[in-house]
């Protein structure tokens, strides 16, 4: 199938928004959603995990980030949430959603922020170079390739913030609306290459807004028409299909790119609800933020001690794909890691 035109890509986002519209956030009293997915250590072998990551569309890894790091981390990203305005993406170059959605879906008083890579040196250190979360992309991505961050951002989710709207995450990348499904074995055979590490720098609780996830929705079959279809209500569920996951701080729900989620409501008096996002897509697409070319100064200079596994994934080398010769490839002798001397 021919990859859908910009123009298109942009319709799909709008029609993303309007049946994102038509759920229903309102809380149904009695229903308990604390059931929990898949909770495993980090010292589960990466095979193991992505299995379970692709059976459960989501997984828990619990203390993937000790309390120490977690802490600095915390330290970093208070300092650059105070001066960041609540209710708005975490790209302040962004036009406000049209219908006044932003509220909606970044929540009333709810802060973002990216641009990690220069704000947070504990986000250099110890996000980036983290030993669990590249052993298990090596794994998740191995059918396409190499993977690259795409974007990392702050979510700081504040008292009185209402419900996001149900979505999934991959649908910012066309796979995810034209990727036919292929039976491989007679498995269904659709390789990952979307994934979010949502990062408690809090506990998350039922009450503060722990991400809510819809069982069973990463096997949704969207119809090629979908790109067409103005009524779209895949991503529709009651609330009792929604189950929240509550994390301790240094937990992580990893998200497949096709489990349908959403932030949950605050209703918390004065609690604010930390999650750090993590977006890593196959190197084959696109990421959302250009980190070679943002990173100043202090970052560049930082990132030069990191590991090559660490260097690779914020675009500081060529990326090798499983079909193909190759892509961001510097044709210079000795390719991006010689020529770029970092
Ligand atoms: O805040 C959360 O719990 C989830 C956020 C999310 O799903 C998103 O921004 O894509
Ligand atoms: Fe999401």
Redesign the pocket.
């Known amino acids: 199938m021919t990859p859908p035109s910009a123009a298109q890509c942009i319709r799909t986002t709008a029609k993303r928004v309007r049946a994102s519209q038509l759920i229903t956030t309102k809380c149904i009293p009695g229903i308990i959603h604390t059931r929990y997915f898949s909770r495993l250590p980090c010292s589960t072998p990466a095979p193991e995990l992505n299995t379970h990551l692709k059976n459960d569309g989501c997984i828990v890894l619990t203390q993937m980030f000790p309390p120490s790091q977690i802490s600095l981390l915390n330290t970093d990203f208070h300092q650059a949430l105070a001066t960041t305005t609540p209710g708005r993406p975490a790209n302040p170059n962004k036009a406000p959603l049209p219908n006044s959605l932003d509220a909606q879906t970044f929540g009333k008083n709810t802060k973002r922020i990216g641009n990690l890579i220069n704000l947070s040196p504990a986000f250099r250190d110890h996000v980036i170079t983290n030993p669990t979360l590249h052993d298990l992309c090596s794994e998740i991505f191995k059918e396409t390739g190499d993977y690259w961050l795409s974007t990392a951002q702050m979510i700081e989710l504040g008292p009185g913030s209402k419900a996001q709207p149900l979505?999934a995450?991959g649908a910012g990348w066309w796979p995810f609306w034209t990727m036919a499904d292929t039976e491989k074995e007679g498995v269904l055979w659709r390789p990952e290459y979307a994934v979010?590490f949502l990062i408690a720098m809090t506990d998350t609780t039922v009450d503060n807004g722990a991400t809510g996830v819809v069982r069973g929705s990463h096997k949704i079959r969207y119809t090629p028409d979908v790109l067409n279809n103005p009524d779209f209500d895949a991503w529709k569920f009651p609330d009792d299909r929604v189950e929240q996951v509550e994390l301790a701080a240094g937990d992580c729900l990893l998200l497949g790119s096709r489990i349908v989620?959403r932030g949950e409501e605050n209703k918390t008096v004065g609690e604010k609800r930390g999650l750090l996002s993590c977006t890593v897509v196959s190197a084959s697409l696109t990421p959302d933020e250009a980190f070679p070319l943002v990173m100043e100064a202090e970052a560049r200079e930082a990132v030069k001690g990191l590991d090559e596994r660490a260097k690779k994934f914020v675009g500081l080398r060529d990326m090798n794909m499983a079909i193909g010769e190759g892509v961001w490839q510097d044709f210079r002798i000795g390719g991006l890691k010689t020529c770029l001397v970092i």
């Open positions: 979505h995450d979010n989620h």
